[in-house]
């Protein structure tokens, strides 16, 4: 059976656009499947997903390349943590494909397996352990991708304690690595969690609104950190801040009741009239 022509990067197949003002998909060539899986690193497709009969996601498709940092913004209930749920493995969807890497079928894979495969989360709460100091969690968070129990007791050996120093330094926490983690400044548990993450050397980083609760400073402080990370980790950042996803933003997809609104630069985006009218009733998203 011939394959459906997919619109790459825009809404799903069955959005025609219309009468009642549902956005057309972009309109870009058609590629065949085989080769859509070669050229991204992570592709969602036609992905739904129903709560007691409510669509949370509704024919969503999200096409990541390797390196790139994706800003996914959108009014509350838009689908977005819903969006990361199917990619870690935590929710199943009633429809759709997930593919990482080409052969990884998301969707027939655990949340340790994808985990493992390379697919790392941040969640908004930061979740370091409190007592722990910040050298002391970035050591566990090494240790933990080892199931062995003896690992997490063996000392770390000189390549693993630099590359640790290296990510202590990227985070900006050296003057804090003996402090508790209890004792941090909320910021400063956010980048220590980041960190945490990177010791793991993930393929693809989810970050659920890591500037939530930042002062101002802190929230530069992160662009800098994941603007340095941009190449090295394929990232998906969704946040609601939109100064800083401004401030981030390559490309930026909109999500609106569970599906791709519009794409572009944040520029093309916060002009687009449906993204307008989809954040605030009409007042602009920034
Ligand atoms: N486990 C669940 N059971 C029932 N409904 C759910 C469940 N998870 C999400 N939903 C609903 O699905 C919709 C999408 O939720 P989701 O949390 O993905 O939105 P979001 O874009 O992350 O919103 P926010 O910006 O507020 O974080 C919402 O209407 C939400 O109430
Ligand atoms: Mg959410």
């Known amino acids: 059976m011939r394959e459906p022509k997919i619109a790459l990067w825009g809404a799903s197949s069955k959005d025609a656009g219309g009468p009642n003002g549902e956005p057309a998909p972009l309109k870009l060539p058609w590629i065949p499947k085989v080769q859509r899986k070669k050229l991204y690193i992570l592709l969602l497709e036609d992905i739904s997903v129903s709560f007691d009969g409510f669509k949370a996601l509704d024919g969503l498709n999200l096409y990541?390349?390797?390196?790139?940092?994706?800003?996914?913004?959108?009014?509350?209930?838009?689908?977005?943590?819903?969006?990361?749920?199917?990619?870690?493995?935590?929710?199943?969807?009633?429809?759709?494909?997930?593919?990482?890497?080409?052969?990884?079928?998301?969707?027939?894979?655990?949340?340790?397996?994808?985990?493992?495969?390379?697919?790392?989360?941040?969640?908004?709460?930061?979740?370091?352990?409190?007592?722990?100091?910040?050298?002391?969690?970035?050591?566990?968070?090494?240790?933990?991708?080892?199931?062995?129990?003896?690992?997490?007791?063996?000392?770390?050996?000189?390549?693993?304690k630099d590359f640790l120093k290296s990510i202590l330094e990227l985070i900006r926490l050296e003057p804090v690595e003996n402090k508790v983690a209890g004792a941090l400044s909320h910021g400063q548990k956010q980048w220590l969690e980041i960190g945490m993450l990177l010791s793991q050397k993930p393929k693809v980083l989810l970050l659920d609104e890591p500037v939530a609760g930042m002062t101002a400073q802190e929230i530069e402080r992160t662009v800098e950190l994941l603007m340095s990370l941009e190449g090295e980790h394929t990232i998906v950042l969704v946040e609601h801040d939109m100064e800083f996803v401004r401030q981030v933003a390559r490309k930026v997809t909109v999500l609106h009741q569970g599906r791709v609104l519009a794409e572009g630069t944040m520029d093309s985006v916060s002009s687009n009239p449906q993204v307008v009218e989809a954040y605030l009733g009409g007042v602009s998203i920034c």
């Open 64 to 160: 990541l390349t390797e390196g790139e940092l994706r800003c996914v913004i959108g009014p509350n209930g838009a689908g977005k943590t819903t969006m990361m749920d199917i990619i870690t493995g935590h929710t199943r969807p009633t429809q759709g494909e997930a593919w990482f890497q080409e052969t990884i079928n998301l969707l027939e894979k655990d949340e340790v397996f994808i985990a493992q495969a390379g697919i790392c989360r941040k969640f908004q709460k930061p979740s370091v352990f409190e007592s722990l100091t910040t050298w002391e969690n970035l050591e566990l968070a090494l240790k933990a991708q080892k199931t062995v129990w003896s690992t997490l007791k063996a000392k770390l050996k000189a390549p693993e």
